[in-house]
């Protein structure tokens, strides 16, 4: 039977967009994207791989046309897709409107192919109603070209730069690493902070606070005050000093007091009588903030609820697909007709009619180059549900209640009030004129405030808050209820936590905003970045990086370059620059750019020590902190003042601006933190050293400095009745001999001793058997070990262990998230995924906030790839360049095509 068929992107938006539909559609998801460059090289079509291209999968040159493939864990699903699309009479495609899904939907149509008499439509919305659905089904458009080619543009360049860049980190820093676009300036931004930090000096410095009496018949009769000025000069507060510690040069005269001058001026003023100097009243309007765009919404919840950028994005993307909200990419700030009516029902119906404004409130994003077209994210539907109308629950509630706050308050009067400055001065017994100040604000009509205040942070006063003044006028007496000299320090430049980074690289317009979230998460399984609290700290690796990036890349990794870059992609997008000749002067150069390709091929000799090494308390401090194959390490001299002959591992929790001379000195000290050398192993001829690790004490082999990459050095655990102090070369040996192979049992089959994280065992093929001592993993033998196999084996699984931690529901599913003790090490699961703690990360520490986020980055990786079938054939298609008859390109219906002429390979 004939149908319409339509496919959106995920199983969840399949069902609800079906449920509207109703009979007559057969509604599938392509599950995220069908088909991309091949991500590894089994994956590269052969016809390609022998070209001096074929890693990149580009055609640099050939007008940089792309090869794409099926992944291999779709290729059935491409079929389903292909089998239904065989019995349907028309096909919708009906991905997200933005970028990322247009491009989508190209791949989709190209892929699929279908026949000339079946019209393909492009069905678009931005919230999950059954009135929006059935109005896109009513009202499709074609395919946007100008939209697929942006998306397009920048999957080339992101290739370009990671394929290119990533072979050098991997050469001169380690194995492993990766290099991208957007990625190496946000590592950058966060190394450079870290540098600020580790540059600062501490400024000390004194001021005095004051509670001042107005009398009994004012109200408030006490309030606070600050020291402003002495004889006329200012004092000195944190902001008058350089981060150098040093005073700042200023027009006009500052007075830095110490603790000594501070508590001496308590003294001269404690029985100075004070008068009003000046009042300085002015009114206080605030208005609404805007609606939630995609970065301010991933901010907020960031300071309000505690969530990170990829659980804010998880969570919306649960709500926007279950039509509680609408798309949740979007730079715009702009609301419908129907939402603005919307929100001003809702203001009238909860807050009165003396809280909406006469006409509704317009918004335009600052965004640069914001798609306007979009919606802001709002509640979705002409009419609003309150939250405790929606059943939501959890962190759904939490978010959808935020966004549902901000879009209503959005349509509401100012906040009005009246701030006040005061001035009160009084002269001290040694006769210097002393003077301080106190501000205050009232707000006499609330207005939005009254149903959302945005949050702050670093210590900022948030929009309601209220300190009211009493009463008074020029020449009014007060007295000084109490005085107390207070000692302050100054602080280095805060930490980015994940919302100021956010808006530090919308605010330089780097990268796009949709992609925020996912560079974070990136940067931070990377381990370039880790958390402390919600502060981001650079690792020493990513110091390493950024380094050879600005010595060796500095134009792929400025700041400017990079926001420029966004430019140049929106006017491709626009039609007004060619991709092919972008993408040349980027890759290839001109007159006036060095392009990335000469760059790569002429990078010469670069030491990769000098890259990796950093002096600890300057250069003539005698300690070094090098970034090794197995983390940071430092590097001292001994007792006897042999250079760099003492060595010790950094912890992997200590910040770099934390790690000073003493701190380096303590660790140098500190057996613990270093290798302790036993000697040299009798029959490999390497060094032998006990260190101290995450997982406990280990022994293990020193490979040589030139040792290839993939080298890789014996380790064995120290069994539980050894330490370090007491632990023997001949230990080491023993030790370093596991697993041992026991002997061959009758069948053919090798059994070994092994020591696992549940205890000594041992493995004859898939066949496990446990051991009841570490002694026996060097004493058994075979007739021993026969014994044991030929005991029967018990059926059936061992009771599950008990959770170690329960943390509570998760946001996404709702479901219960409990950490438990895996092969591999701890993790969280809500039993449905499972995701294993960072490094950074422990079983007593972990909170469900944090839980949630790695879930969520597990959850948005998709489900486990299961093994491609052996002889499984790889298809790949090459696209060909869409001919213009004028800048604009050709409307992509199904006669017009053209961009990708779908080659097989």
């Known amino acids: 039977m004939a149908h319409k068929l339509v496919i959106v992107e995920s199983p969840a938006k399949a069902r609800t967009i079906g449920g509207y539909l109703g009979q007559g559609y057969v509604v599938e998801s392509s599950i995220g994207h069908i088909r991309d460059l091949p991500q590894s090289a089994a994956d590269t079509p052969a016809k390609i791989k022998d070209k001096p291209w074929g890693r990149l999968a580009v055609d640099v040159d050939n007008g940089f046309e792309p090869y794409y493939v099926v992944p291999r864990d779709k290729k059935s699903h491409i079929s389903k897709l292909k089998t239904l699309l065989k019995d349907a009479d028309e096909l919708y495609l009906a991905t997200d409107e933005d970028r ?38 009513e009202h499709p458009r074609e395919l946007d070209m100008d939209l697929v080619e942006a998306q397009e543009a920048r999957r080339i360049l992101d290739r370009l730069y990671g394929y290119e860049v990533s072979p050098v980190l991997w050469k001169k820093v380690m194995s492993g690493l990766s290099a991208g676009r957007v990625q190496s300036v946000a590592t950058r931004l966060v190394v450079d902070r870290e540098r600020e930090r580790m540059a600062f000096r501490v400024a000390s410095y004194w001021d005095l606070e004051g509670t001042f009496d107005a009398g009994a018949d004012k109200e408030p009769r006490m309030f606070p005050g600050k020291l402003h000025s002495i004889d006329g000069a200012r004092v000195a507060g944190g902001s008058d000093f350089g981060a150098d510690g040093l005073l700042k040069s200023t027009k006009g005269e500052r007075v830095h007091l110490d603790r000594a001058a501070a508590e001496g001026l308590v003294a001269a003023l404690s029985d100075t009588s004070f008068d009003v100097r000046s009042v300085e009243a002015k009114p206080y309007r605030r208005s609404p903030y805007a609606p939630f765009r995609t970065t301010t919404l991933q901010q907020e919840a960031s300071r309000k609820l505690g969530m990170s950028a990829s659980v804010t994005m998880s969570v919306a993307q649960r709500l926007y697909e279950n039509g509680f909200i609408t798309y949740m990419r979007t730079d715009s700030t702009t609301l ?166 956010i808006k530090e690289l919308e ?206 050095p014996r380790t064995g655990s120290l069994f539980k009745s050894m ?123 972990i909170t469900i906030e944090r839980a949630a986020e790695l879930l969520a980055e597990r959850r948005a990786k998709g489900p486990a790839k299961k093994a491609a079938k052996k002889g499984a054939k790889k298809a790949a298609t090459k696209k060909t360049t869409a001919k213009k008859a004028t800048t604009k390109k050709a409307a992509a219906t199904k006669t017009t095509t053209k961009k990708a002429a779908a080659k097989r390979s």
């Open 507 to 712: 605010d330089r317009e780097i990268g796009r905003p949709s992609t925020y979230a996912s560079i974070i998460g990136t940067i931070l399984n990377r381990g370039y970045v880790y958390k402390k609290g919600t502060a981001l700290v650079p690792a020493w690796l990513a110091f390493s990086v950024t380094r050879l990036l600005e010595e060796h890349f500095p134009r792929q990794v400025s700041y400017e370059f990079t926001a420029s870059m966004e430019d140049v992609l929106d006017e491709i997008a626009g039609g007004r620059k060619d991709l092919e000749s972008e993408l040349g002067e980027f890759y290839f150069g001109s007159e006036s750019v060095v392009g990335l390709k000469p760059l790569v091929d002429g990078l010469g000799d670069i030491d990769a020590r000098e890259l990796a090494t950093f002096p600890v308390g300057g250069a003539d401090s005698g300690i070094h902190l090098r970034v090794g194959r197995y983390g940071p390490y430092l590097e001292g001299p001994d007792d006897d003042g042999t250079p760099f002959a003492r060595r010790a591992n950094v912890p992997d929790d200590l910040p770099p601006d934390e790690l000073t001379i003493d701190r380096a000195k303590e660790l140098l000290a500190n057996p613990a933190g270093e290798e302790i050398r036993l000697g040299v192993h009798p029959e490999s001829g390497l060094e032998v050293v006990a260190k101290n690790g995450r997982y406990g004490p280990y022994v293990t082999e020193v490979l040589p400095e030139d040792a290839p990459k993939s080298a890789k």
């Open 723 to 845: 330490s370090l102090d007491t632990v023997t070369l001949d230990d080491a040996v023993k030790l370093l001999s596991l697993p041992r192979v026991v002997g061959v049992a009758e069948d053919g089959e090798e059994i070994t001793a092994q020591n696992g994280r549940y205890g000594p065992y041992l493995k004859k093929g898939t066949d496990s058997r446990s051991l009841t001592s570490e002694d026996q993993l060097l004493t058994i033998g075979l007739d021993e070990a026969l014994r044991i196999y030929a005991q029967p084996k018990q059926r059936g699984r061992a009771a599950a262990a008990a959770p170690l931690k329960e943390l509570g529901n998760d946001p996404v599913s709702g479901q219960p998230v409990v950490v438990k003790a895996g092969r591999f090490g701890e993790y969280v699961t809500d039993g449905e995924y499972n995701a294993t703690l960072r490094k950074e990360d422990s079983v007593e520490s």
């Open 336 to 501: 419908s007709g129907g939402a603005v009516e919307a929100a001003r029902t809702q203001v009238r119906e909860l807050y009165g009619a003396e809280y909406l404004p006469d006409t509704p409130r317009t918004y335009t994003s600052k965004v640069k180059n914001a798609q306007e077209a979009h919606e802001a994210i709002r509640p979705a539907g002409d009419s609003f549900r309150t939250p405790a109308q929606t059943g939501l629950s959890g962190d759904q509630f939490r978010l959808y209640e935020l966004i549902w706050m901000r879009t209503v308050a959005s349509q509401m009067k100012d906040a009005v009030g009246q701030s006040v400055s005061m001035r009160i001065g009084g002269a001290a017994a040694d006769g210097r004129d002393v003077v301080f100040s106190s501000s205050g604000r009232v707000i006499t009509f609330h207005g939005f405030l009254k149903a959302y205040v945005e949050g702050t942070e670093g210590g900022k006063r948030s929009d309601d808050d209220q300190v009211p003044l009493p009463d008074l006028h020029d020449g009014d007496r007060v007295a000084a209820a109490s005085l107390a000299a207070n000692g302050h320090e100054t602080k280095p430049p805060a930490r980015y936590t994940e919302a100021t980074l």
């Open 100 to 137: 990322e899904g247009e491009a989508i939907a190209w791949h989709l149509l190209d892929e699929l192919k279908p026949k000339k008499d079946i019209p393909v439509k492009r069905m678009v919305f931005h919230e999950i109603t059954k009135q929006a659905i059935l109005d896109a089904a």
